[in-house]
């Protein structure tokens, strides 16, 4: 058998996997952002009639899901896997959506890096043989987020500068062996690296020594150039996360050009207030089911490497003062 | 803790230098904007306080009462533009000037027990209305029976 | 009347930036809790030593409003309990002194979150 793992972390595949189709919807600050217009489905308010935000966002789950599910054209008999994930306690909003769906169901968490995970995930399930078809969609909400890793929503408090404002959002996406629709070649699976900061206000921080270990192990074991790629976008990390990643992929002797930037960047307007920018789960989600398909679709952009970032930490383990170790999962999308 | 991988770190970096850069890229607090916005807002809502107190020392009430009054006055002004959801958007700018006055209190009291509440009355609204509250009475109550030991112990 | 105010406006702005320093210049995990309880706390210690006393001759609410007022409230009812009870009035003497804000707080802060629903 041909092994298709590559090098230190990477795995090539034998049939690229297709990204049949993508589906996002959010909250109305995201669709007030520069992006927009890319989102497929817009909800009028955070709660949307639900009686709790986190059923809330288990319904905005549900609702990408199903849109991609539609999109796809793929009956649902053919969907051998739901992969999804979250960030709440237990991962409850996806296993709410996955009680509604009924599919089978693999439970992902990678904070909000498990997009970039569940595509990696997805791909190999695919190229391995042991599926037809995989669905693969992430959630997160401003409100659920907030009261289970930071303060009451109502309560009074300035945000420090360097935190990040998590986006209410879902994307989900359909990948199948082969078919009309942009192809994921090769994913690099991060490990997790914990470089000692432990302020949750300043998670970009944590998590960029991971992103760029990631990015430079990716590179060395496809023996390519940051400038193989049209787009280099990181999940989450905002804008401290994107100037440390700078500064240390500088410093390792690989610099990132204008191709790099960041999902947590490009969601925002600075006008928002948000400080740093998005985060979350559906940060990268929305994002990549919405713009980055776009442009792909449309030939604009030919090579993405989409790496979702992860904070590893918890309330708890932030109150025992204990640092945030971070994780970086790269997928290649090829148009 | 960092350095300790299996395998070597590929960035070049070590955990000792990234500290100190994210030291240099972080954004610093802007303490003389925040500072101004504690000290017009804080001052604003004692001096609303003291208005309170004035009007109820005119209904007749001793120094001692108006005070009291007042100060209860202010919980539930606190407690009712939480509810409203308009104290988090004084907080965004007052920072300390909305969190010291016992406004503040108020709203560290209410803000978690309204969000808690879709947990249940006894558990969700009952349990939460502590979460700032019990350190504020356990630390408060405690100190004044040791200052009133003292006393005791000096006299 | 009307300098009470003025001064009052002058004290408890000058106690807002204290803690505004207070969070501004320590770690990011020090949050509004522990500006309330060192507050508190605080001002029961100044209140005990009889350094808050004049703050509050001067400030009037500015004093009394922000949440050191309630600590040297604690305090000054706790030396009183003493003085009136002996031993068994470091118990009583504090909470009794405080019992109206306590109960005022508990109170209004159940109603109004059983009343409004959250607006994130």
């Given at each position: 058998m041909n092994l298709k793992h590559v090098g230190n972390q990477t795995v090539v595949f034998a049939n690229s996997p297709v990204i049949l189709s993508s589906y996002s919807v959010v909250g109305p600050m995201e669709a007030q952002g520069p992006l927009g217009k890319t989102f497929d489905k817009v909800w009028p308010d955070n709660i949307n009639g639900e009686k709790s935000w986190e059923i809330a966002e288990s319904k905005l789950l549900q609702e990408a899901m199903q849109g991609a599910i539609d999109q796809a054209g793929v009956p649902s008999d053919q969907i051998d896997f739901m992969l999804a994930g979250d960030l709440l306690n237990q991962i409850i909003s996806s296993n709410f959506a996955a009680r509604k769906l009924g599919l089978p169901f693999i439970g992902l968490y990678g904070a909000c890096s498990t997009m970039a995970l569940g595509m990696a995930v997805g791909s190999m399930l695919i190229d391995g043989g042991f599926a037809r078809h995989v669905l693969v969609g992430v959630s997160s909400h401003h409100d659920t987020a907030e009261r289970q890793y930071r303060l009451p929503t109502e309560q009074g408090g300035q945000r420090s500068l360097s935190a990040q404002w998590t986006v209410t959002g879902a994307g989900a996406i359909v990948l199948g062996p082969s078919g009309a629709g942009p192809r994921i070649p090769a994913v690099t699976l991060g490990r997790v690296l914990d470089y000692?900061?432990?302020?949750?206000?300043?998670m970009g921080a944590a998590m960029a020594p991971a992103i760029a270990d990631t990015i430079l192990n990716h590179l060395q074991d496809l023996q390519r150039q940051p400038t193989d790629y049209n787009l280099i976008a990181s999940g989450d990390l905002g804008s401290v996360g994107v100037d440390l990643t700078r500064q240390v992929m500088q410093r390792s002797g690989t610099p990132l050009g204008p191709e790099y930037t960041d999902c947590g960047l490009l969601i925002y307007d600075q006008k928002q207030d948000v400080h740093a920018g998005g985060s979350g789960c559906g940060c990268s989600a929305v994002v990549f089911a919405g713009s980055i398909m776009q442009r792909l679709k449309a030939g604009e952009l030919k090579r993405v490497l989409l790496i979702g970032s992860g904070a590893l930490h918890s309330p708890t383990s932030s109150l025992q003062g204990e640092s945030i170790p971070g994780i970086g999962h790269a997928v290649v999308i090829e148009a | 803790m960092p350095g300790q991988n299996l395998r070597p770190p590929t960035?070049?970096?070590t955990p000792q230098d990234y500290q100190d850069l994210t030291k240099k890229l972080t954004p610093k607090p802007t303490i003389v904007r925040n500072s101004f916005w504690a000290f017009m807002v804080g001052g604003a809502i004692c001096a609303l306080g003291q208005v309170i107190i004035n009007l109820f020392a005119a209904a007749g009430l001793g120094r001692q009462e108006a005070s009291t009054a007042a100060t209860a006055s202010m919980i539930l002004l606190g407690a009712l533009l939480t509810g409203i959801g308009v104290y988090d958007e004084i907080g965004k700018y007052a920072g300390a000037g909305s969190i010291v006055p016992v406004t503040g209190f108020a709203n560290s009291i209410v803000a978690p027990a309204l969000e808690f509440k879709r947990e249940g009355y006894v558990l969700g609204v009952g349990a939460r209305l502590f979460t700032v509250a019990g350190p504020v009475l356990v630390f408060g109550i405690s100190t004044s029976i040791v200052v009133g030991m003292v006393y005791y112990l000096w006299h | 009347m009307f300098e009470m105010v003025v001064s009052a406006f002058l004290v408890g702005g000058v106690i807002c930036v204290l803690g505004q320093l207070l969070m501004d210049l320590t770690k990011p995990s020090f949050t509004p809790a522990h500006v309330l309880v060192t507050f508190v706390t605080g001002g029961a210690i100044l209140g005990a030593l009889g350094w808050y006393r004049p703050l509050v001759d001067i400030g009037g609410a500015g004093a009394t409003i922000p949440l050191s007022g309630f600590g040297y409230i604690l305090a000054k009812g706790a030396i009183e309990g003493v003085s009136q009870r002996g031993f068994i009035g470091a118990f009583s003497g504090g909470v009794e002194a405080a019992a109206v804000g306590i109960a005022a707080a508990v109170l209004f802060g159940y109603l109004v979150s059983v009343t409004f629903n959250p607006k994130g």
């Open positions: 000692g900061e432990t302020d949750a206000g300043n | 960035i070049a970096v | -």
